[in-house]
């Protein structure tokens, strides 16, 4: 019968406790992943959100340059 090798129960407790902690950051990261791909979504929405309504101002305004501050404008000049 062969003699079975073993790490000592010390160097197993250090490798089970290395891979629970690998185990929770690579969990994290793709927590962090999912999440990131929401906030592209929202950026992506919002985006169109912003051009939808930059559209509907310059039907009723013209071309103009907006304060966000204060929300006064100034007409864009066509450089043609």
């Known amino acids: 019968?062969?003699?079975?090798?073993?790490?000592?129960?010390?160097?197993?407790?250090?490798?089970?406790?290395?891979?629970v902690k690998m185990n929770n950051v690579l969990n994290n990261i793709g927590a962090l992943e999912i999440r990131?791909?929401?906030l592209l979504h929202s950026v992506a929405d919002l985006n169109r959100e912003m051009e939808d309504n930059k559209?509907?101002?310059?039907?009723?305004?013209?071309?103009?340059?907006i304060n966000v501050e204060d929300g006064t404008y100034t007409n864009i000049e066509d450089k043609e």
């Open 36 to 38: 990131k791909h929401e």
């Open 1 to 19: 019968m062969s003699k079975v090798n073993k790490v000592s129960a010390e160097e197993l407790e250090i490798i089970k406790d290395q891979s």
């Open 55 to 65: 559209v509907k101002l310059e039907e009723k305004y013209g071309s103009i340059q």
